[in-house]
C-alpha cells in the first residue's frame, strides 16, 4: 500500500514537472506531446529516481540518438510523447521496473521555413517551437516600406506528393489593424513570399515628386495630398495620366480629382502659364 501510494505521488510531481517544463518553453501540453522530432533536434532525457541516466542528445542524420543501457534509439518523425513510449519500452525490458521517463527538446534545429519578398531580413529560419506568423516576420526585422498588402504560404499538404495549399494573409487586416485571428502558426516546409507594393508616380509640378506605394481605392486628390500638393506653378485643371493598357501607353487628359489611380500610373501635374 506504501509503494502504491508513494509511486501515485510521484507520477502526479512528475507529471507537474512535465507541464511545468513545457510552459516555460511557450508550448501547450498537446503541442508539445505532438511536436515530431527531426535531424538536428537536440533532446534532455531524464528518467525519475535515475539522475545518472539523464542524457542531451542531439538526433542524427539517420534520425537516431544513443541512450545509457539501451543504445541506439531512432526517435526521427516521432513525436514526443512515442519518443518517451519508446524509451520506456526499451528500459523496461530487464533495466528498470516502471521506468518514468520524460523527453523535452533542448534545442529545436529540424524544423524550417523560407521567408522571401519584401521583408528586412529574407531568408530560411529555424523554428523554435510554435511560432506564428508575426513572430517569424519580427524575427526577419519586419516589412520593407516596399511591402504589399499581402502575404502567401505555401505549405506541402502530403510529404509524398507536390500538392500544395496556399494561404493568404491580409497585412493590412494583420499588421495595421491588429486582428490577430490572421497571426497563423508556420509549419515545417513552409515557403512565405511577402508581395511587393504597386507603386504610382506623381512627377511636374508637385511638392514632393516621387514614387509612391499604391493603395486599394486611390484617388487623385489623395495621390496628390501624397505627394505634398500642388505648387503654386500647377495647372490644377489639367492633371493627367500616364496609363499602360494593354502593353500599349495612354494618356488621360484632364482627370478629375475622383478619379480612380491604378498601380504603374503616372500623375503629370503641368504648369501653369498664366
Not at 510531481?13 to 512535465?18: D, G, H, P
Not at 502558426?185 to 508637385?206: H, N, Q, R, W
Not at 499602360?244 to 503629370?268: A, C
Amino acid at each position: 500500500m506504501f509503494y502504491s501510494l508513494y509511486s501515485t505521488i510521484a507520477k502526479r510531481s512528475l507529471l507537474v514537472l512535465i507541464i511545468a517544463v513545457i510552459s516555460l518553453s511557450g508550448l501547450s501540453l498537446t503541442e508539445a506531446q505532438d511536436y515530431i522530432v527531426g535531424e538536428g533536434d537536440v533532446l534532455r532525457i531524464t528518467v525519475y529516481n535515475h539522475p545518472d541516466l539523464t542524457t542531451i542528445a542531439r538526433v542524427t542524420g539517420e534520425g537516431e540518438i544513443l541512450f545509457p543501457l539501451i543504445g541506439s534509439v531512432k526517435v526521427g518523425d516521432l513525436t514526443l510523447s512515442s519518443v518517451v513510449e519508446k524509451i520506456s519500452v526499451r528500459l523496461a525490458d530487464g533495466y528498470i521496473i516502471e521506468p518514468q521517463v520524460s523527453v523535452f527538446i533542448e534545442e529545436y534545429r529540424s524544423k524550417k521555413v523560407v521567408l522571401m519578398g519584401q521583408v528586412e531580413k529574407p531568408g530560411l529560419y529555424i523554428l523554435d517551437g510554435r511560432t506564428t506568423f508575426m513572430e517569424l516576420l519580427s524575427k526577419a526585422g519586419g516589412l520593407t516600406k516596399n511591402a504589399g498588402d499581402s502575404a502567401v504560404i505555401k505549405r506541402k499538404e502530403n510529404p509524398l506528393d507536390a500538392s500544395e495549399k496556399k494561404i493568404a494573409i491580409d497585412l493590412k487586416r494583420l499588421v495595421e489593424k491588429g486582428d490577430m485571428s490572421l497571426d497563423v502558426p508556420v509549419m515545417d516546409g513552409d515557403s512565405i513570399y511577402i508581395i511587393k507594393a504597386g507603386l504610382f508616380y506623381v512627377t511636374g509640378e508637385i511638392r514632393k515628386p516621387d514614387s509612391y506605394k499604391y493603395e486599394e481605392g486611390l484617388t487623385i486628390v489623395k495621390a496628390i495630398t501624397m505627394a505634398g500638393g500642388f505648387t503654386d506653378k500647377a495647372a490644377t485643371g489639367k492633371v493627367k495620366i500616364i496609363r499602360k493598357l494593354n502593353g500599349k501607353e495612354e494618356v488621360l487628359e484632364r482627370v478629375k480629382m475622383d478619379e480612380q489611380v491604378l498601380p504603374d500610373d503616372v500623375i503629370v501635374v503641368p504648369e501653369s502659364f498664366f
